[in-house]
Every structure is written in structure tokens, then in C-alpha cells.
């Protein structure tokens, strides 16, 4: 019953009654929860002490337990319609902390439709964690039949949280924790596009995905002062259990701090660490393969790294005829993300889904990684609906049965990736056939090269299978910078990676281009 209780009405009074109604609506909290709680477990009434600490225990003790399939939801929810869900809302008068001096308040997600795994959730006040449980007043319902099988169930599917990020006076939703272990967040003037996820393992594998999920959340309520907020999941699955905490700090861009520690059940060989799940259906370099006014669909346009070395690289995303796979070896990585870099509408011409106001998500480890690689998995698709594309980072040696495995990093959803815009940096690509000799041809545009510098540059190209022809650099007045044009033979080659870099003396002017060219996806294109 902590979910009707710690669920506040939100009281539209005088600007000058505000200070002295928080007041009555904390000590009425009280004295309702008390009240209350005399019918109710000694749980609910007097909380359990908690700690990162205790999910830590949750972990370590479920590991030592054979996995056991979560529970999910009746059949009745199930096969619901994405049209009938969308009508079962959570009662924005009975947020968690709404209409108190706290900044952040919480929604909750019945389960049903695609999101069937049964989650428990508490709020942690003072030290002390209360189960939250779903009641008849929950949710606004669209039939008295959904209403009643939702009281019996007694649980949700996913939470979200709300704080003032793009005006003062309303609580916006800014991040979603829900289905599997995906959480997706945005930042202020954002629209949601890319997921995160707590773990990936065996992706793109033969033997098919594993997908563990966040069976249990404690929320962290903030003072007044507050601008941040905590949460805390359990992570379950067939080969791991894991402790995760998660620092959330919306913004912009908004930023989440997360803290991890697994317990494998058996080896974990394919495991990705931080991943990020996207779609990108054409654009740039990959034009659609059926008609579409639009240049461009896509909530990611291309895969940024910057690797343990120093070096920043680029590599714009296909949605190939194929799966592909490509790994890029590394140790101790600065950074990766999956970046949508275009901000114009008239790149993307969609006034429903609004493209251009997608976030794009750069990974920061905390820490030494070690030996790895970040992987970047392309996955064939014709609707966009469907996300198909996943980047990760992969330990060199994954994880073993019995042995602890922690790790750290930063997530953010800039605009773009979050270093100094005034250094030179790729903005597009574009592929296509070289007038007169119909050899195949590669234009990349970088920003900020002084037009004065072009012949200091050398444009460093090569070729895996196949011979480059030509290349150069010329000025781009129109972006402030400069366009390499590439043209190459494929002499039959089904495969070829290219590389592009730009060399000013013994250093490197700009980032990295690397780009995986397939006949077949060439060949259908043209």
C-alpha cells in the first residue's frame, strides 16, 4: 500500500501557501503511512535496512542458485494489443513523491503486451527500503476486466522518472527503466531513440541471444536540493546475476553514472559490457532499398570511438543484406558511443518521428578496462521499428564461473560526442560512381580544417582487398572545412574495409574514417 500512500496528490494552491502545504503534505504523509502500515507486514511498516550492500548479497546468494525463469504476466495481459496498452496509464496524481518538495517523481509500468517479466520495485527513504504494491488505483484502465487482473497480478513491468528539465513548472519523463535490462534517457530538447542495456551476451551468435533482465529496483528518494537520483537494480540471467547502480543526473546533456559488479553462474565467452542498441535503416552511405522521401532513418548515424591510444575514430552505420560483425581491437578505451551527429530536419524530412531530436549515447569507462574490443553489430531490417544495431564493449577473456567481475563507466546523451566542436571532425559521407571512368567513389566532408592548411594535409586511404585509384583533399567552404574524395577498384572483392586518415606532418589532423564496403549492398543501391 506504500505505492497509494507515498503517491502524493499534486495541489494547485498560491505561489505563497507552497512552502507551508509541502509542510502539511509531509506530516500528513506520515501520519497516513502510520495509520495505514497498523494493517499491513512489519516490512511495509517499519522498511528493511538497505545499502548498495544488501543487492550486492541479493547477487552473490542468487548465483549460487540454479536460474530460475522469472515470473510473468497472465495470459489475459499478454495478448494485449500495443493499441489496448498504450491505454492502461499509470494515475499522474499517484506519482511517487509528486507534489512534495523532492524534484524527481516516479511512474510505474503495468506489465502486459511485449513487457510480460514481473518486477518488484521498492522506494528507499531514510535507510529503508518499502515494497511498492500495484492497487486498484494505480492505473487508469481502458475496462473494469484489465483493472481487476492487474490488482490481482500485484506487480509492475518497469518505472520511470520525471524531473523539471525543459521548463521549471512541469516534470518531464526523462528516463525509462523497462523490458530485459534496456533503460533508455534523454536529455533537455530530446526525443527517446537509443537504449541502453545493464549486459549483453552471445549477441549476433548462433546459438541464439541470452538476455538477462533487471528483476528488482530500489529507488533513492532526494532531498529538495537534490538534482540527482539513485537507483539500484538486480540483474538476473541464465549464465550471471549482477549488482548495478545507477547515479542519474538529468540535464544536458543528462548523464548516468553506473556501477557494476556480476557474479557468473558458468564462463561467459560473449559478453558486452555498457551496450548500446540502435536503429539505422538508411542515410549517408547506405540509401534505402525501397522508395522513401526521406534522406535519411535513422537514430544513429554512426559508431564514434576514441581508443586507448588517443585516436578518434568514425565509422558510419549500414543496415547490410547480411549480418555483420565487425570488432575494433583495444585496450583500455576512452570512449564509444553510437552517435546521431545530424541535427538539421531537412536531413531527415519526418515530422512524426522527428530524427533530428534523437540522442545520441557516448560510453566513458571509469577505470582500466583492460584488453578487449568494441563490437558493432549490423543487423538486416526493413522497418524501422525494429532496432538493429548494437555496440559493446567485449573483455578479451569474458567471464569466468566463480569469479567477481566490476567495472564502471559514464553514460551520456549529448547531441553529439561531448569534446571540443572546434576540432576537426567528420560530419557526412556519401558513396556513389566517378563520372566518365564509373569507377566507385567516396566523398567524406570534415568540419573545422582551415582552408589554408589543405596542403599540409595528406590524406592517408587503404584498402583490404582492391586497389585505391585515387585521392584528395579540397576545400569546403560550405561546412568550414574540407571533403576527401576516394575512388577505388574492388577488383571483385565481395568485402573490403576502408580506412581514411588525414595526417598534418607526423600527427593526425582529424578522426579516423573506416567504413566495411559490400558488393552486395553496393550493387542493390546503385
Do not use: C
Given at each position: ?64 542458485e540454479p536460474f530460475k525463469q522469472p515470473k510473468t504476466a497472465p495470459e489475459e495481459l499478454k495478448k494485449l494489443d500495443y493499441s489496448t496498452y498504450r491505454q492502461i496509464n499509470f494515475l499522474e496524481n499517484a506519482a511517487i513523491w509528486g507534489g512534495t518538495p523532492t524534484k524527481f517523481s516516479v511512474q510505474l509500468f503495468a506489465p502486459g503486451f511485449l513487457y510480460q517479466d514481473l518486477i518488484d520495485i521498492d522506494v528507499v527513504e531514510a535507510g529503508k527500503s518499502f515494497p511498492l504494491e500495484l492497487s486498484e488505483n494505480s492505473f487508469r484502465v481502458p475496462n ?383
Open positions: 500500500m506504500l505505492s497509494k500512500l507515498s503517491l502524493q496528490q499534486n495541489f494547485a494552491l498560491p505561489q505563497s501557501l507552497m512552502s507551508f502545504s509541502r509542510l502539511i503534505i509531509v506530516i500528513f504523509t506520515s501520519l497516513f503511512l502510520s495509520a495505514t502500515f497498523a494493517e499491513t507486514s512489519n516490512e511495509q511498516v517499519d522498511g528493511t535496512a538497505f545499502s548498495h550492500d544488501t543487492v550486492i548479497e541479493y547477487a552473490r546468494k542468487l548465483a549460487e473494469e476486466i484489465i483493472g481487476k487482473k492487474l490488482t490481482e497480478v500485484g506487480k509492475y513491468a518497469g518505472l520511470r522518472l520525471h524531473y523539471p528539465l525543459n521548463n521549471a513548472d512541469y516534470q518531464d519523463e526523462f528516463i525509462v527503466f523497462q523490458g530485459a535490462s534496456y533503460f533508455r534517457v534523454v536529455s533537455k530538447g530530446q526525443l527517446y531513440g537509443i537504449s541502453a542495456r545493464g549486459l549483453a551476451i552471445d549477441v549476433g551468435q548462433p546459438k541464439g541471444e541470452e538476455f538477462p533482465i533487471f528483476k528488482r529496483f530500489w529507488i533513492e528518494r532526494p532531498s529538495s536540493k537534490q538534482n540527482a537520483i539513485v537507483v539500484h537494480a538486480l540483474l538476473d540471467s541464465k549464465s550471471v546475476t549482477g549488482a548495478y547502480r545507477f547515479g542519474i543526473h538529468p540535464g544536458s546533456p543528462s548523464k548516468v553514472d553506473v556501477q557494476a559488479i556480476l557474479f557468473p553462474r558458468t564462463d561467459v565467452k560473449h559478453v558486452g559490457l555498457a551496450p548500446l542498441t540502435s536503429m539505422f535503416m538508411h542515410g549517408g552511405m547506405d540509401r534505402p532499398d525501397q522508395l522513401d522521401y526521406r534522406p535519411a532513418v535513422h537514430d544513429s548515424e554512426g559508431l564514434q570511438m576514441r581508443n586507448g591510444q588517443g585516436e578518434r575514430i568514425w565509422r558510419p552505420l549500414n543496415n547490410p543484406q547480411t549480418l555483420q560483425i565487425s570488432a575494433f581491437i583495444d585496450e583500455n578505451p576512452k570512449g564509444f558511443g553510437l552517435i546521431q551527429r545530424n541535427r538539421n530536419f531537412a536531413y531527415y524530412q519526418d515530422l512524426e518521428a522527428n530524427y533530428h531530436q534523437r540522442p545520441s549515447a557516448w560510453i566513458e569507462p571509469v577505470g582500466d578496462w583492460g584488453k578487449g574490443q568494441v563490437e558493432l553489430v549490423e543487423i538486416p531490417s526493413a522497418s524501422e521499428e525494429n532496432d538493429n544495431i548494437v555496440a559493446y564493449w567485449k573483455p578479451e577473456n569474458g567471464l569466468k564461473k566463480g569469479e567477481p567481475f566490476e567495472f564502471a563507466y559514464t553514460l551520456t546523451s549529448p547531441d553529439d560526442v561531448p569534446t571540443n566542436k572546434n576540432r576537426p571532425r567528420i560530419v557526412g559521407s556519401a558513396s556513389g560512381l566517378k563520372l566518365f571512368d564509373k569507377n566507385k567513389e567516396i566523398l567524406i566532408d570534415y568540419s573545422n580544417i582551415n582552408s589554408d592548411d589543405i596542403e599540409n594535409i595528406d590524406v592517408i586511404a587503404s584498402i583490404s582487398q582492391g586497389k585505391i585509384l585515387e585521392s584528395r583533399l579540397e576545400a569546403n567552404p560550405h561546412i568550414n572545412g574540407a571533403r576527401v574524395v576516394i575512388s577505388f577498384d574492388s577488383q571483385d572483392a565481395d568485402v573490403a574495409e576502408l580506412r581514411v586518415q588525414l595526417n598534418k606532418g607526423d600527427k593526425q589532423a582529424a578522426p579516423t574514417w573506416l567504413y566495411r564496403w559490400l558488393s552486395r549492398d553496393w550493387n542493390n543501391s546503385l
